[in-house]
T-cell receptor, first 114, second 111 residues
Framework: DSGVTQTPKHLITATGQRVTLRCSPR?????VYWYQQSLDQGLQFLIQ???????AKGNILERFSAQQFPDLHSELNLSSLELGDSALYFC?????????????FGQGTRLTVV | AQSVTQLDSHVSVSEGTPVLLRCNYS??????LFWYVQHPNKGLQLLLK??????LVKGINGFEAEFKKSETSFHLTKPSAHMSDAAEYFC?????????FGPGTRLSVLP
């Protein structure tokens, strides 16, 4: 158990809909990362938050947004969903500020858009 | 900018034989390097990490990796493969405050 919790584990929704994925980082970790893993694109970095503020942005679509709350949990919002958004979405956390620290990954949320 | 190349998208070995998964990186800084493993329908688990201490790093499940700065490599090895090692393996380099993933190597272990 990595200590990172993601909910829900599975999500099936229709095109055009909006969903919210939730992530609780390991206790004490200030940094949260979101990744998308699909068969054709591999593991793609979406966005990083550190202590409530956006720190880095990757290949995140404008239809997607995220935030990190004061209790450090994070949510990834996906809107106007398309079939191509079907993927495994991972959250990871790390104790940024401690050099060379690794990232701990949750089990992922599998999103299926039909 | 940091980047990671995993030279083989798929490696197949027989059970009991050695495993070699190759990784090359580019980094403007003294890098931190990691290997993660992902079993089917599971999250990513840290195997080992290099943090500028010993160049030969030992990880879990008998895996180890050697950091070679002159070759910008961080290859993952295991002396004897087990069926349970079949999984996807990712080499990762830190880039500032982000983790840059390689494309992954799928390891198959044949009985």
């Amino acid at each position: 158990d990595s200590g990172v919790t993601q909910t829900p584990k599975h999500l099936i929704t229709a095109t055009g809909q909006r969903v919210t994925l939730r992530c609780s980082p390991r206790s004490g970790d200030l940094s949260v990362y979101w990744y998308q893993q699909s068969l054709d694109q591999g593991l793609q970095f979406l966005i990083q938050y550190y202590n409530g503020e956006e720190r880095a942005k990757g290949n995140i679509l404008e239809r997607f947004s995220a935030q990190q709350f004061p209790d450090l949990h994070s949510e990834l919002n996906l809107s106007s969903l398309e079939l191509g958004d079907s993927a495994l979405y991972f959250c990871a956390s790390s104790g940024l500020g401690q050099r060379n620290t690794e990232a701990f990954f949750g089990q992922g949320t599998r999103l299926t858009v039909v | 900018a940091q980047s990671v190349t995993q030279l083989d998208s798929h490696v197949s070995v027989s059970e009991g034989t050695p495993v070699l998964l190759r990784c090359n990186y580019s980094s403007s800084y003294s890098p931190s390097l990691f290997w993660y493993v992902q079993h089917p329908n599971k999250g990513l688990q840290l195997l080992l990490k290099y943090t500028s201490a010993a160049t030969l790093v030992k990880g879990i499940n008998g895996f180890e990796a050697e950091f070679k700065k002159s070759e910008t490599s961080f290859h993952l090895t295991k002396p004897s493969a087990h069926m349970s090692d079949a999984a996807e393996y990712f080499c990762v380099v830190t880039h500032g405050q982000n983790f840059v993933f390689g494309p992954g190597t799928r390891l198959s272990v044949l009985p």
